[in-house]
């Protein structure tokens, strides 16, 4: 399994930072191939809009000189010339806006299902690297920057050409007067060359404490029990004060930052403007320029100054659009399960067989949990596991069900290593019921048909009777479609566990794996659990963790883990005979009070 740390992002090459700007740039610009026809009709309502507005200044320039030459018709001619370009560019820039809207929607939605289907998928240790909060951040808050950069991408086009034309018809109108206008070039490409680094390196800053911000949040509504239990309300309240003037400091210097660059850019138009009247006041006054065409100069002057804002303003935009594209990318390069091998189908005839032979593991960055692990979970039995907590109980579950791959040794089902079958076959034949079992905000029935979609209502009632669960769901006014809260919210522990069972039940998987079932339920309870499991052990391979003694006396074998090793197998009686692990792990039956624990 290939481990992940936040520092080995695989989405940017090496090369520099031009090279890892274009990669970047690369990939969000190919979000844009599904859309190519609706982008280029965009570009061409874009371009129609523009060229309509081009002969706008040039029908106002001459009416106001009609009206100066009290030439009343041609006034009306241009002046209702200039009213049907008005409305002409009003109908098309509807569409266009319409259509801008529609695709950067579109296209932040595709991010998002992209995004999270990596989620879904990413291994395990990457998983526990990574905090909800900052997976939410990235999903909700950046996954909008690709669509951002693509449509501004392409506006650049449209911007380059009508300034070329406004530009052309500015010199041939005055060259002097042009020549004061692009006074204003200069400043504001250096502005943009200035403000674009510090922009994306703020931009940046700002993401990780949002981040942050929304991973203390999620903490807080995930661990509420404990911070009421713990009286932490006003230490939360005080470190979230902290946290959020973090954010507001750093989203305020965001936002200063970028209004500075904008003002660069405001001031030298003013300096353009001001030379441009300067110029013509002049030119009118010697006869070399009418009023009209000042008039003209001007709102053509207007339109070259948005082009020239519009092609420096993407440099600023593509800095901060980069700072979400990367933490895009970079989710999307983190590792996912995967096969080592072409997987071969699993056998109709799987009797689930599991056998561990000197297994061993560790988690990234502590002490082996498991070490040189050596037993067999046989079809038609139940088997135990007993072990101090920390011994490795758990953990041997999950390289069970591959959320991790051993770092020694082997298992085999059914005498294949787990490894050469693809992970969605294996999981098919293991059914798990956690010690926390999650429930999906959905029906009973939903949140059970997870287990199997095909079940009909005879194997529903059969699967929840077996977990001890039917009664309680038929004192429920909605029965199956009672709508559970989020993570099972608003039912006990021992029902969350019991409907958790009777999903699995319902799976109907050649191995069954339990992991403290019995924990929250009361002694009634837990003995119908165990009249289950002893039955559904007669087809399958059944394995089970559990504190409660109770829970596997009756086991065929009892794995004994201690100190993440094999610390003896046998039956709950040869074990107490014989096993002095086993029989203090029983103390706290013989001792009230007792520290240990099974």
């Known amino acids: 399994m290939e481990h992940y740390t936040k520092d080995s992002g695989r989405c940017v090459a090496g090369g520099g930072v031009a090279s890892e700007e274009r990669a970047l740039l690369n990939r969000a610009y190919a979000y844009g191939i599904r859309y190519r026809g609706r982008l280029?009709?965009?570009?061409?309502?874009?371009?129609?809009?523009?060229?309509?507005?081009l002969v706008q200044p040039s029908f106002l320039g001459t009416a106001l000189d009609c009206i100066i030459e009290e030439d009343l018709l041609r006034t009306y001619v241009f002046l209702g010339a200039m009213l049907a370009a008005t409305v002409a560019q009003g109908v098309v820039s509807l569409a266009e806006t319409y259509l801008t809207a529609r695709l950067a929607t579109q296209l932040s939605w595709q991010v998002k299902g992209d995004l999270y289907g990596r989620l879904v998928s990413l291994a395990c240790d990457v998983q526990e690297h990574t905090s909800q909060g900052e997976l939410l951040s990235r999903i909700e808050g950046d996954s909008g920057a690709v669509g951002n950069l693509l449509l501004r991408r392409l506006m650049l086009v449209p911007e380059a050409v009508r300034a070329l034309a406004v530009l052309t018809l500015l010199l041939r109108m005055s060259w002097m007067l042009t020549a004061a206008q692009m006074l204003i070039l200069p400043a504001m490409l250096i502005g943009s060359e200035l403000f674009g680094?510090?922009?994306?390196?703020?931009?940046?800053?700002?993401?990780?404490?949002?981040?942050?911000?929304?991973?203390?949040?999620?903490?807080?509504?995930?661990?509420?029990?404990?911070?009421?239990?713990?009286?932490?309300?006003?230490?939360?309240?005080?470190?979230?004060?902290?946290?959020?003037?973090?954010?507001l400091r750093s989203s305020i210097g965001l936002t200063l930052l970028d209004a500075y660059a904008g003002l660069t850019n405001m001031l030298a138009g003013g300096l353009g403007t001001v030379a441009?009247?300067?110029?013509?006041?002049?030119?009118i006054v010697s006869g070399r320029l009418t009023v009209g065409q000042l008039v003209a100069f001007t709102a053509y002057a207007a339109q070259l100054a948005a082009s020239l804002e519009a092609l420096a303003g993407f440099r600023r935009s593509r800095q901060e659009c980069l700072v979400s594209i990367t933490r895009v990318f970079?989710?999307?390069?983190?590792?996912?399960?995967?096969?080592?091998?072409?997987?071969?189908?699993?056998?109709?005839?799987?009797?689930?067989?599991?056998?561990?032979?000197?297994?061993?593991?560790?988690?990234?960055g502590y002490p082996p949990v498991l070490r040189g692990v050596s037993c067999t979970f046989e079809p038609g039995r139940l088997t135990g596991i007993a072990g101090l907590s920390g011994s490795g109980k758990t953990?041997?579950?999950?390289?069970?069900?591959?959320?991790?791959?051993?770092?020694?040794?082997?298992?085999?089902l059914d005498g294949r290593d787990i490894r050469e079958y693809s992970i969605?076959?294996?999981?098919?034949?293991?059914s798990i019921v956690s010690q926390d079992p999650f429930l999906f905000e959905a029906s009973i029935r939903e949140n059970l048909l997870y287990g199997n979609p095909t079940a009909s209502p005879r194997d529903l009632e059969r699967a929840c009777e077996l977990a001890g669960i039917l009664g309680f769901i038929k004192s429920l006014p909605q029965d199956l479609d009672t709508t559970l809260a989020g993570q099972g919210g608003g039912i006990s522990g021992g029902q969350r566990q019991r409907l958790a069972l009777a999903r699995a039940i319902l799976r109907d998987s050649p191995v069954l794996l339990c992991d403290e079932i019995t924990a929250a339920l009361d002694g009634e309870a837990a003995s119908v659990i165990q009249r289950t499991l002893l039955a559904l052990a007669r087809d399958r391979t059944v394995a089970v963790i559990a504190h409660r003694p109770s829970t596997i006396e009756n086991a065929n074998l009892i794995v004994v883990l201690h100190d993440g090793q094999v610390a003896g197998l046998g039956t709950h009686g040869e074990l107490i005979r014989s096993n002095p692990v086993y029989r203090r792990l029983l103390q706290p039956v013989a001792t009230p009070g007792a520290a240990r624990l099974l």
Request: proline share 5%; no cysteine.
């Open 40 to 53: 280029a009709l965009l570009l061409g309502l874009t371009g129609l809009s523009m060229a309509v507005a």
């Open 197 to 247: 680094a510090a922009l994306r390196r703020r931009g940046s800053l700002n993401r990780g404490l949002m981040d942050r911000y929304m991973s203390y949040v999620q903490e807080t509504a995930a661990g509420y029990r404990e911070i009421k239990a713990l009286q932490l309300e006003r230490d939360r309240v005080d470190r979230f004060a902290g946290l959020a003037g973090q954010a």
């Open 276 to 283: 441009v009247v300067g110029f013509a006041a002049w030119q």
């Open 330 to 364: 970079e989710l999307l390069d983190r590792p996912q399960e995967r096969a080592t091998a072409p997987p071969p189908a699993l056998p109709a005839d799987l009797r689930g067989r599991l056998t561990l032979d000197s297994v061993s593991f560790g988690y990234e």
């Open 395 to 412: 953990t041997l579950f999950n390289l069970l069900l591959r959320f991790y791959s051993p770092t020694g040794g082997s298992i085999q």
């Open 424 to 430: 969605g076959e294996l999981r098919r034949a293991i």
